[in-house]
C-alpha cells in the first residue's frame, strides 16, 4: 500500500517572491522524500491553486493525502478556510480522502530558527541588552494571537534576552509602532524587530517599513530587522513531524481556548456558530457561505 501523500496547503500572498519561496520549499521537500508523493498548493492568491495540484496528484494514482496546513497558528484559515477546500476537493474526486493535520507552531524547531535570525543582525552584540519584538500577522481569532505571545515567551526563555515583546502587522493590537514604544518605555538599548513568518510577503514588508519608519522618528534609537523563518532544516523536519502525527491520527489540537467551543470574554456569539469560510475567488465552485469545521466570516487580505 502506498503511503498518503503530502499536501502542503498555503493561504496565498500577493507577492511573488513569497509564493515562489513556498513552492520551492514543496520542491525541496519532495526530493528529499522520494518515497512520498509531495505537493503544494494554494487557497487563494498565488499559483498553483490547491484545486490544481490535488487533481494533477490525483492523475498520478494518488488517493489518500495528509494535508499538513504551512501556517504558524490556529487561526481562521487552518480552522475554516482549509478543511473547506479540502472538502471541496473531496467531492471533486470521490474515492479520496483526506487526513488534516495541526498548524506548525509553536515548536522548539521554530524557536532555534527565530534565535538564529536574532543572532545574524545582532552580529555577536549583547543579548542581555537586546530587547526582541516578535512581530506576528493578527488575528481576529484570541486564540491564535495568544499563541503568538506564547512564543514570545517560549523564546524568552532561557536565551539571555532583556526581554521578548509581542505586536502584530493587522487585525490586533498592539502595532508594530505601538509595540516598539513600549519596548522603548521599558528601557530597551537595542530592539531587534522579528517578523513571526515563514516566508516573505506583503505583511513581513509591512513590519520593516513601520519599524524603520518608527526608528526614525526616534533620535538614536537601534532598531535592527531580522528575516523570515524562511526554508531552513527545521521547517522542513517539523513539517514530516506534522506529517507523521496525521498519518497516524495523532493530531492533539488545542480547543481549550477556541472561540467556537468556549464561551471567551467578548466573543459570547460564535459558540457553536455555523462555520463560514470566506470565499476564495480563485476557485469558481467555492460558492460563499459553505463551510465546513472551524471558521470565520468574510474579509479582505494582505499577504
Known sequence: MNPRALLLVGHGTRDEAGAAAFR??????????PELAVGGGFIELSPPPLADTVRDMVAA????????????????????????????????HPGTSYAYGRPLGPHPNL?????????????????????????????????ANAEVVKVARLLWEGRGYAGVETAFVSLAEPSVPAGLE????LGARRIVVLPY??????????VREQAAAWAAAHDGADVRCAEVI?????LAELVMERYRETVGGDLRMNCDTCVYRIALPGFEDRVGRP???????????HEHGHGHGHGHGSHAHSH
Do not use: M, W
Open 24 to 33: 520551492s520549499f514543496v520542491a525541496q521537500l519532495g526530493a528529499a522524500q
Open 61 to 92: 494514482g494518488v488517493r489518500d493525502f495528509a494535508a499538513v496546513p504551512l501556517v504558524l497558528v490556529s487561526a481562521g484559515h487552518a480552522k475554516g478556510d482549509i478543511p473547506a477546500a479540502l472538502a471541496r476537493e473531496e467531492e471533486r
Open 111 to 143: 524557536l532555534t530558527v527565530l534565535e538564529r535570525r536574532v543572532d545574524e543582525v545582532l552580529g555577536g552584540a549583547d543579548r542581555a541588552e537586546t530587547t526582541v519584538l516578535l512581530v506576528g500577522r493578527g488575528s481576529t481569532d484570541p486564540d
Open 182 to 185: 513600549r519596548c522603548r518605555l
Open 197 to 206: 513568518f515563514l516566508f516573505t510577503g506583503v505583511l513581513p514588508d509591512r
Open 230 to 234: 524562511g526554508p531552513e532544516p527545521e
Open 275 to 285: 462555520q463560514q469560510p470566506h470565499h476564495h475567488p480563485d476557485d469558481p465552485a
